[in-house]
């Protein structure tokens, strides 16, 4: 019996020894935390909770990779591919992911200020409930993105397109939305638009707008709006 046990044991670790009378088991080898983040960037790597702090990564392939609660703060992700990517509540403080492929990415709840998503293909990625003050989001493609609940204060979309894109319940105060193209419906339904600068924007594709919103924002004699909506008063704002 006692033979046969040993024989099991063998199977489950790689070493077994006799000290002093007792059976001493070394377990066997299993990748550790700091192993796994050691591991170089590649599709569908499992970085999740690792800190990738100030380094140079562009032009990485991360498609299909698990990066949730990882910790890009101040690196450069420029030109990488991250179709499909798990990038939820990463950090993403004054990251830079300029001229990158997020086709597909899940960015929800991630955190950020100050990040580069200039000239990004972000079409079907969600950034549901992400904070990105002061994003720079200037020429990307944003078509059938989601930005539901998102904290986007100041954030720049000069040049953006949009097109089946959501910002229901976001948060666009002073936003810029400057030379944008709604190639279809985008939903602001709830949206605080306090002070968004939407001058020269047309927004007659726009759904969920209502006239309160519209009073709070910034537009010109060149913004047009939905049927039923009407341009207040005090527009043009004032130059911050």
């Not at 380094?55 to 990779?65: E, K, P």
């Not at 959501?166 to 985008?186: C, D, E, I, Q």
Request: hydrophobic share 40%; glycine share 8%.
């Amino acid at each position: 019996m006692a033979t046969c046990r040993r024989s099991r044991l063998r199977s489950f670790v790689p070493v077994i020894a006799v000290a002093g009378g007792l059976l001493v088991i070394f377990p066997a080898k299993q990748t550790s935390a700091v192993g796994k983040c050691r591991q170089d960037a590649a599709p569908s790597i499992d970085w999740s909770d690792c800190k990738k702090r100030m380094l140079m990564l562009d032009g990485s392939n991360f498609d299909g990779a698990n990066l949730s609660n990882a910790d890009f703060s101040m690196t450069d992700l420029g030109r990488s591919s991250m179709k499909g990517a798990n990038v939820t509540k990463a950090g993403l403080v004054r990251t830079s992911l300029a001229q990158s492929d997020l086709t597909g990415a899940d960015f929800s709840k991630a955190e950020g200020y100050r990040s580069d998503f200039t000239a990004v293909k972000a079409t079907g990625a969600s950034f549901v409930a992400a904070e990105l003050q002061r994003g720079n989001f200037s020429s990307a493609d944003l078509r059938n993105s989601d930005f539901t609940k998102a904290e986007l204060g100041r954030a720049i979309f000069y040049r953006a397109t949009f097109e089946n894109t959501h910002f229901a319940m976001a948060n666009l105060s002073r936003a810029l939305f400057h030379n944008t193209s709604f190639a279809g419906p985008v939903d602001f339904t709830d949206a605080f638009m306090f002070l968004t600068r939407i001058e020269g924007v047309d927004l007659t594709r726009a759904t969920g707008l209502k006239q309160e919103q519209i009073a709070l924002a910034c537009g010109d004699e060149t913004t047009k709006l939905p049927q039923g909506l009407t341009a207040p008063a005090g527009w043009p704002c004032p130059d911050e």
